[in-house]
């Protein structure tokens, strides 16, 4: 191991569990993924249920896309997208979607 920064446990010096799947997501929901203040305070919105991720490994339909931030890097944004029965199969930063590797689309 490298370095802890970041790191948190729940329950300790305030720090709060979080989530970081909705079992059942709907779109436009916002949730906190993590929360120790100053340290881990990742948000998440559910933006859509039925995107199609592009990936090398092949192609991915109704995908879960999320938007993922945090106030302790303002203006930070990724976007993830989930499979169905895979997980996570795409990550985007805005700068990184100008470069064309994967892509995605709205079904």
Do not use: H, N
Request: net charge negative.
């Amino acid at each position: 191991m490298v370095s802890t920064e970041g790191s948190w446990e729940a329950g300790v010096d305030g720090a709060m569990p979080g989530v970081l799947m909705l079992a059942e997501p709907v779109v436009g929901v916002s949730y906190q993924q993590e929360f120790a203040e100053d340290v881990a305070e990742d948000m998440a919105r559910v933006l859509s249920l039925i995107r199609t991720a592009e990936v090398p490994y092949g192609t991915f339909d109704e995908c879960l896309m999320t938007q993922e931030w945090s106030p302790l890097e303002p203006g930070a944004r990724e976007f993830k997208y989930y499979a169905p029965g895979v997980g996570l199969v795409l990550e985007l930063s805005p700068s990184a979607a100008a470069t064309g590797s994967s892509s995605c689309r709205s079904r």
